[in-house]
T-cell receptor, first 113, second 111 residues
Framework: EAGVTQSPTHLIKTRGQQATLRCSPI?????VYWYQQALGLGLQFLLW???????NRGNFPPRFSGRQFPNYSSELNVNALELEDSALYLC????????????FGPGTRLTVT | LAKTTQPISMDSYEGQEVNITCSHN???????ITWYQQFPSQGPRFIIQ???TKVTNEVASLFIPADRKSSTLSLPRVSLSDTAVYYC????????????FGIGTKLQVIP
């Protein structure tokens, strides 16, 4: 069974630009979560999508947004990038039948210069 | 959402049993306790989940006392490859809608 995939692996942007990160969940999983992990910090919840709808978001500014497509893949967009946005962005998916176990992708390392 | 408290770091020698305790004093009746493992530059990986008493799988054991205000992840005979960060999560019955994993416990296994 293929795991959660994310692209790109690394992304380098300059301050003020926009970044787009992509995630493909495990086949059959309808929920997708996005997390930010800054260096030395824990995972901070960003967004939760389920069945194409945004279900909840963490304490992040509106310039962090995303969407989930009909095939359940997801996209995270970060506008007006700031240096503090440099982090590992992790995507996780879970099946609708299990509310607890999330399966994580390898992450996208975003560097803002 | 139940807040959790874990030690920031632990060291252990290879072959020893490691116990990592997590405190969650305000755990709710419907909350389950879940542990994840994270290696550097990788996403967390589910280890074990429980509600009460003891749960064991091929990787670890989870001990939960009757009051459920704490839980202990037990890793038998650790090896160097068990060096990782371990997160304790206490979630809502509806899933981790707004969970922050926190800093976790950094376990360093020493040869």
């Amino acid at each position: 069974e293929a795991g959660v995939t994310q692209s790109p692996t690394h992304l380098i942007k300059t301050r003020g630009q926009q970044a787009t990160l992509r995630c493909s969940p495990i086949s059959g999983h309808t929920s997708v979560y996005w997390y930010q992990q800054a260096l030395g910090l824990g995972l901070q919840f960003l967004l939760w999508y389920d069945e194409g709808e945004e279900r909840n978001r963490g304490n992040f500014p509106p310039r962090f947004s995303g969407r989930q497509f009909p095939n359940y893949s997801s996209e995270l967009n970060v506008n007006a990038l700031e240096l503090e946005d440099s982090a590992l962005y992790l995507c996780a998916s879970r099946p609708s039948t299990d509310p607890y176990e999330q399966y994580f992708g390898p992450g996208t390392r975003l560097t803002v210069t | 959402l139940a807040k959790t408290t874990q030690p920031i770091s632990m060291d252990s020698y290879e072959g020893q049993e490691v116990n990592i305790t997590c405190s969650h004093n305000n755990i709710a009746t419907n909350d389950y306790i879940t542990w994840y493992q994270q290696f550097p530059s990788q996403g967390p990986r589910f280890i074990i989940q429980g509600y009460k008493t003891k749960v064991t799988n091929e990787v670890a054991s989870l001990f939960i006392p009757a009051d459920r205000k704490s839980s202990t992840l037990s890793l038998p005979r650790v090896s160097l490859s068990d060096t990782a960060v371990y997160y304790c999560l206490v979630g809502l019955s509806g899933g981790y809608q707004k969970v922050t994993f926190g800093i976790g416990t950094k376990l360093q296994v020493i040869p």
